[in-house]
T-cell receptor, first 110, second 115 residues
Framework: GQNIDQPTEMTATEGAIVQINCTYQTSGFNGLFWYQQHAGEAPTFLSYNVLDGLEEKGRFSSFLSRSKGYSYLLLKELQMKDSASYLCAVPSGGSYIPTFGRGTSLIVHP | DTGVSQDPRHKITKRGQNVTFRCDPISEHNRLYWYRQTLGQGPEFLTYFQNEAQLEKSRLLSDRFSAERPKGSFSTLEIQRTEQGDSAMYLC?????????????FGSGTQLSVL
């Protein structure tokens, strides 16, 4: 099975940079996902990392280290609308079906 | 592309009643997934279909839960003899190889309240 650990809550200031960490344990690695979920809304896909390293998509970047069982999501130039829950997810061994962590609630304040 | 559609948005029922939810995935998305989410938690996998075949079901899923996707298009999730612990947001998602199986598109969910 999986064990996914991420901080419960983080706060940051508008315009700043924030890094949300995720550690995981899984049997059979098939990549790691990050999803964003605004309160009362559906999760939306942010990124999928299967190889080590950093992948950048505009203000958002995601990093993966398979040997360390570690990933982070980096959000730059924070905006108020980035206040949301950020979900780290890892597929169960041998499948591509994401198992989600509890999520990190990010609060961006002025 | 109208996105994943779920109906109803909200359902209030009494304990012991049966409820059924519907999900219409994005057109031509082969895979369809059901998840359940409670407040402060991430989505919990329930089951998934590839076309009309139900390929995987969570071991934690009670026998009171059943899902179908009869023609490989829309899907229904039925909960029999509902219990208060079934209160949650039920999320449906779909995916397709053209955008990557791993990229799930979620619907807005059905919020179930069992009284």
């Amino acid at each position: 099975g999986q064990n996914i650990d991420q901080p419960t809550e983080m706060t940051a200031t508008e315009g700043a940079i924030v890094q949300i960490n995720c550690t995981y344990q899984t049997s059979g690695f098939n990549g790691l996902f990050w999803y964003q979920q605004h309160a009362g809304e559906a999760p939306t896909f942010l990124s999928y990392n299967v190889l080590d390293g950093l992948e950048e998509k505009g203000r958002f970047s995601s990093f993966l280290s398979r040997s360390k069982g570690y990933s982070y999501l980096l959000l730059k130039e924070l905006q108020m609308k980035d206040s949301a829950s950020y979900l780290c997810a890892v597929p169960s061994g041998g499948s591509y079906i994401p198992t989600f962590g509890r999520g990190t609630s990010l609060i961006v304040h002025p | 592309d109208t996105g994943v559609s779920q109906d109803p948005r909200h359902k209030i029922t009494k304990r012991g009643q049966n409820v059924t939810f519907r999900c219409d995935p994005i057109s031509e998305h082969n895979r369809l997934y059901w998840y359940r989410q409670t407040l402060g938690q991430g989505p919990e996998f329930l089951t998934y279909f590839q076309n009309e075949a139900q390929l995987e079901k969570s071991r934690l899923l009670s026998d009171r839960f059943s899902a179908e996707r009869p023609k490989g298009s829309f899907s229904t999730l039925e909960i029999q003899r509902t219990e208060q612990g079934d209160s949650a947001m039920y999320l449906c998602a779909s995916s397709t190889p053209s955008t990557g199986w791993e990229k799930l598109f979620f619907g807005s969910g059905t919020q179930l309240s069992v009284l």
